[in-house]
């Protein structure tokens, strides 16, 4: 993807950005980088241009808002000279050839882990050194006389999905439920027969020991 002068808007994007290099062509940006081909006022973005040399040489910023473990949460130029800064690492080669990224001026990146970081960059764009400022951006440094600026802002902390475990006294039926259950019916099928043989055994039992009744006419 290229980007240009239209893409600049006050708006923050809905992701930050998440890695920054350099690419010595237009068409040889990874997959889902962005490559900074214009600066705002329509001219070409090149970070190595040199009149002085005839060879033709190219160096564009890119940048991805890939979602990732981490994301950019600053931005810096320095000279080539000075030291490194603390918690920053510096953009050597480029991604596409493995050349030198820069000269004079050295981009140096810093990333932090997305669950911790409170800000981040979320947009860069490059400006002749004569334009005025952006809106809601701010300045980083100059590079091959151009301004580069970047846009700052919060980043969302999205809460996790957790799994939740069944509770110890849910009413979904157990194993015990279960056979509990299932007997009942045969519970009370051999409480009903229990109590026929028992009814029985008392009729028997009245009748055994019932006084004989005699008949008119049949006493000796």
């Not at 002068?5 to 930050?16: E, F």
């Not at 600066?39 to 970070?47: I, P």
Request: aromatic content about 4%; glycine content about 4%.
């Amino acid at each position: 993807m290229i980007s240009n002068m239209s893409d600049v808007s006050n708006q923050l994007p809905a992701d930050p950005i998440s890695a920054v290099g350099v690419v010595t062509s237009l068409n040889k940006a990874p997959d889902d980088f962005c490559v900074v081909a214009q600066t705002t006022d329509g001219s070409d973005a090149d970070l190595w241009k040199d009149a002085l040399f005839k060879s033709k040489v190219n160096r564009y910023l890119c940048f991805t808002r890939k979602p990732g473990p981490d994301v950019v949460a600053d931005v810096k130029l320095t000279d080539i000279k000075e030291v490194l800064p603390e918690g920053f690492t510096p953009v050597l080669e480029t991604m596409d050839t493995k050349e030198t990224a820069t000269r004079k001026r050295r981009l140096c990146v810093k990333l932090s882990p997305r669950a911790s970081a409170e800000t981040a960059v979320y947009d860069i764009q490059i400006i002749a050194k004569s334009k005025h400022h952006l809106v809601n951006y701010t300045c980083i440094g100059e590079i091959n006389n151009m301004g580069m600026w970047y846009q700052i802002g919060a980043v969302p902390q999205h809460q996790l999905c957790q799994k939740t475990s069944i509770p110890a006294d849910t009413d979904i039926p157990t194993e015990t439920n279960t056979e509990r259950t299932t007997r009942r019916p045969d519970c009370e099928q051999q409480s009903s027969g229990s109590n026929t043989k028992t009814v029985l055994l008392q009729l028997q039992h009245r009748a055994k020991h019932r006084p004989l009744t005699f008949l008119p006419g049949l006493r000796g």
